[in-house]
Nanobody, 120 residues
Framework: QVQLVESGGGLVQAGGSLRLSCVASGRSFSSFSMGWFRQAPGAERESAAAISWTGDSTYYADSVKGRFTISRDNAKNTVYLQMNSLKPEDTAVYYC?????????????WGQGTQVTVSS
């Protein structure tokens, strides 16, 4: 079992930055690929970014590419999402996810979510 706890969400003006953190507890963090998903009101949950268990491979949705950076610190059991140049359309609940294996295919565990609101 893996527990994921996100933090770092909040209200920010367009063009601003936020850094989300997700701390994992339970089984070996380094054996999981990690990802950040987001869900806006009335929309389906979508993948924003993902990182392999070693951190040497990353994925970004086209909508966040060049603005968001995902990283992980296996010594701290933590994955981060640095979000720059935020836009109102980035407003969503952001969920941390963990998947068994080297790459994120389908999450096995979810965090509770953290709200990100970007004002225009």
């Amino acid at each position: 079992q893996v527990q994921l706890v996100e933090s770092g969400g909040g209200l920010v003006q367009a063009g601003g930055s936020l850094r989300l953190s997700c701390v994992a507890s339970g089984r070996s963090f380094s054996s999981f690929s990690m990802g950040w998903f987001r869900q806006a009101p009335g929309a389906e949950r979508e993948s924003a970014a993902a990182i392999s268990w070693t951190g040497d491979s990353t994925y970004y949705a086209d909508s966040v590419k060049g603005r968001f950076t995902i990283s992980r610190d296996n010594a701290k059991n933590t994955v981060y999402l640095q979000m720059n140049s935020l836009k109102p359309e980035d407003t969503a609940v952001y969920y941390c996810a963990a998947a068994r294996g080297s790459v994120m295919i389908r999450p096995d565990y979810w965090g509770q979510g953290t709200q990100v609101t970007v004002s225009s």
